[in-house]
């Protein structure tokens, strides 16, 4: 959707190549790409402000105007300084030795707070620890329950206190409960409310003080936009927190948020939550933040998507008869339904630096569609036409064009398609010849 | 009901508000003078009130022509004249599909907007003014979900189908009209699951719901997205896709009575032009409120 801040710096810097040094001017221009690229990430526009020009003071040093790409130096420097800003290296949880250990989660509605909740718990339980929920979240319809059944999913005992019980009492209760059911962690989901209001943050303090907690984790939604450092401020404030847990970068959004919470309040973002499974926690890493703020793909969380969506053993058997050169319409199908679960070609391709710097990609003229239909073609054949191709007739191929309302070219184009990849698959496979690149198969172009 | 939610934007806001949104009104007490300064801090205040970089420069640089051609005489001028502006293009000739009957409304969203809460309003709102509402819970997928809708429909009086945590929701969409059918309802409002609209999958399968409501449905559909205020540029990315998969008819604004202003919403409006039917300023039933473009506009420019 946006332009990443490499393809912005080539056009400014392109437009130098040949002269000589770079001219305080041509800083000036690269540094208003930095400021629409942050604006875009809905990093916070005063955060954006002192970042540009703590970046701009280091441009014009010697580092950048002597280099011979200038373009990339620079980029090196808004990354390095963006990573720096968000924390250096990941920043783990620090919990006490007491027992039970307390971690108190806070946040607006709607962030994320229970999941949140949940997923720590599991992610605790992984590492050894035995968390108790309470929910303390007595305002929102049906909170309760929800953390009540995330709960049982995980194995995970849930604390509720008596209808219309005072939730600063449901929390030290709950810590109670942990220490009769011999628990080690608890951890309190607060209520939110759909702003930042008097009411919430008095009560999370008196919780606070109530239960002591080792740790006090602010949930943001990485979606929030502007709004994200009046939210932070306000709980930094009322609250004080330790660490944020920033939720659904699963999505496609830039994460601004991140940059401005940290540079706002100084706290670290140590959680990343990417997915509705409870087992989509992850420590948070600034360096893979900083980049995606950027709009310059993030290849580690690709190479982890694609391990997530994979079925394992689908394509360890699929693999195994690529090898054997079996390979089958049913393999395709199956890589097919792979590559689609990743999401959109377009998203996936994004992912990938560089790769909106490719035409095809900018025009997006990747044919989704094609998939789709390639998808469909295959699954209106028989198992046995799946297997062996070679039996499909031309009855077989207009019974297949009609079942998968495709055209019988289509039909055609696709079997000889085929045909042809197993071919190169067999050269390969025998050792001559080069390993194929790319299948050629409609919709899926080159290798990428 | 006049001025109210203006008042309420401005009420109980308290400090965190005072800090950064009453920005244009710092703006008007540094005086009336168009100078730099002041187009780069009015620039700063659209941008802090999410309303994209690339629409506020397009809007500020358009200002700045029409205040010299039109010889704005001061930054009040300006302001005034931005609102007008914004109000121009947030209003568009859209039918208010919530008040017309029979019909069956599907609401959509990525999580954490408020679609189950907006819905229960609406349920609530329309069966005091006499209609017959049917509710139906085809969010199967978030723990409670249903339960939340069980409690809206207690409060508002009014039927809702369910569907076991797990099922497939166009199945639970398919009772409820069968329901809706059998009982005459002239407002059904159908629940879904949020979803983040970069999982192919789920869309997809919000894609199927639509297609079994539009085929099962003897009132006309309308796809109603419930869009939160907070969010940032990623709100218009969330439309365009939710539009693609199903066409959306019209846009929720949720979250307005906090700190932020919901200026995403001018870019959706602009980019797809699907109108804001409802805003959101608070968490009590007539808090959902209709949405007037000038008052949403004055708002955003904080007048």
């Known amino acids: 959707m946006f332009q990443n801040l490499s393809d912005r710096l080539k056009q400014v810097f392109d437009k130098l190549s040949g002269r000589g040094r770079l001219s305080e001017a041509d800083v000036d221009a690269a540094m208003r790409e930095i400021r629409m690229a942050l604006l875009e990430a809905d990093v916070n526009f005063r955060v954006v402000k002192e970042f540009v020009a703590r970046v701009r003071e280091r441009c014009l040093g010697a580092e950048v105007t002597a280099s011979l790409t200038p373009g990339q130096t620079v980029v090196k420097i808004v990354l390095d300084e963006l990573t720096d800003l968000m924390g250096g290296t990941e920043s783990r949880l620090v919990l006490s030795g007491r027992i039970p250990a307390v971690i108190m989660v806070v946040g607006l509605q709607g962030s994320g707070k229970t999941t949140a909740t949940a997923k720590l718990a599991n992610l605790l339980r992984k590492q050894g620890r035995s968390p108790l929920m309470v929910a303390a979240d007595v305002y929102r319809p049906a909170a309760i329950d929800q953390l009540e059944a995330l709960g049982r999913e995980l194995d995970v005992p849930v604390y509720r206190g008596a209808e219309g019980e005072d939730p600063v009492r449901i929390a030290k209760a709950g810590v109670k409960e942990a220490v009769a059911r011999m628990r080690d962690t608890v951890i309190v989901d607060t209520a939110g409310r759909l702003h930042v209001d008097e009411q919430m943050m008095e009560e999370a303090a008196l919780i606070k003080a109530a239960v002591k907690p080792d740790q006090v984790l602010l949930v943001v939604d990485s979606m929030t936009g502007q709004d994200a450092v009046n939210v932070a401020s306000a709980f930094a404030e009322r609250v004080d927190f330790d660490g944020v847990v920033l939720t659904k970068l699963d999505g496609d959004s830039r994460g601004g948020a991140a940059l401005s919470v940290k540079a706002v309040t100084g706290k670290p973002v140590k959680f990343a939550s990417l997915g509705e499974k409870t087992d989509s926690l992850e420590p948070f890493h600034p360096d893979r933040m900083a980049r995606r703020i950027l709009g310059m793909g993030d290849v580690v969380s690709l190479i982890e998507k694609a391990q997530e969506v994979a079925d394992e053993t689908e394509l360890k058997e699929a693999g195994e008869r690529l090898r054997k050169a079996e390979f089958t319409l049913d393999d395709f199908l199956i890589q097919l339904r792979q590559v689609r679960k990743m999401g959109s070609l377009s998203d996936v391709l994004a992912m990938l630096p560089g790769a909106k710097g490719l035409k095809a990609i900018r025009e997006s003229d990747i044919d989704e569609r094609a998939l789709d239909r390639t998808t469909a073609i295959i699954t209106s054949m028989t198992a046995k036409e799946r297997a062996k191709p070679q039996v499909i007739n031309g009855s077989r191929r207009e019974r297949i064009a009609r079942g998968s309302g495709a055209t019988v070219q289509e039909v055609n184009q696709l079997l000889a398609q085929f045909a042809q990849a197993k071919k190169l698959l067999k050269q390969f496979q025998g050792g001559k010849g080069k390993r194929p690149r790319g299948m050629g198969f409609p919709g899926l172009g080159g290798p990428f | ?303």
Not at chain 2, 163 to 182: H, I, K
Request: hydrophobic share 45%; no cysteine; proline share 3%.
């Open chain 2, 1 to 303: 009901m006049n001025g109210s939610w203006l008042q309420r934007l401005t009420e109980g806001l308290g400090r965190t508000r005072e800090q950064l949104s009453g920005q244009l009104n710092v703006l008007m007490r540094r005086g009336p003078d168009l100078d730099e300064e002041f187009w780069s801090e009015l620039e700063d205040a659209l941008i802090g009130a999410d309303m994209g970089v690339t629409a506020v420069t397009e809007i500020v640089e358009r200002l700045r022509d029409s205040a010299a051609r039109r010889a704005l005489p001061d930054a009040e001028a300006v302001i005034d004249h931005l609102a007008e502006e914004i109000a121009a293009e947030l209003t568009l000739d859209a039918e208010d599909f919530l008040e017309t009957s029979p019909v069956t409304v599907l609401l959509v969203g990525v999580n954490g907007t408020g679609k189950t809460t907006t819905l229960g309003k609406i349920a609530k709102q329309a069966s005091d003014a006499g209609r017959r509402v049917l509710l139906g819970s085809a969010d199967t997928f978030r723990a409670a979900a249903d339960e939340q809708l069980a409690i809206w429909s207690e409060r508002a009086g009014v039927p809702v189908v369910r569907g076991e945590r797990g099922t497939d929701p166009a199945a639970v969409a398919f009772d409820t009209l069968a329901r809706a059918r059998e009982t005459g309802a002239d407002l059904v409002l159908i629940d879904t699951a949020g979803r983040l609209h970069t999982k192919t999958d789920l869309m997809e399968e919000l894609a199927k719901v639509r297609r079994v409501v539009e085929r099962e449905s003897e009132a006309p559909v309308r796809v109603l997205m419930v869009l939160d205020a907070t969010t940032g540029q990623n709100g218009l990315v969330q439309a365009k896709r939710f539009d693609e998969t199903l066409g959306l008819d019209g846009i929720a604004l949720t979250k307005l009575d906090g700190t932020a202003k919901g200026g995403i919403a001018l870019a959706v409006v602009r980019e797809l032009g699907v109108p804001v039917l409802r805003i959101g300023v608070g968490e009590g039933v007539d808090d959902l409120r209709p949405f007037v473009a000038a008052e949403f506009a004055r708002a955003l420019v904080g007048r």
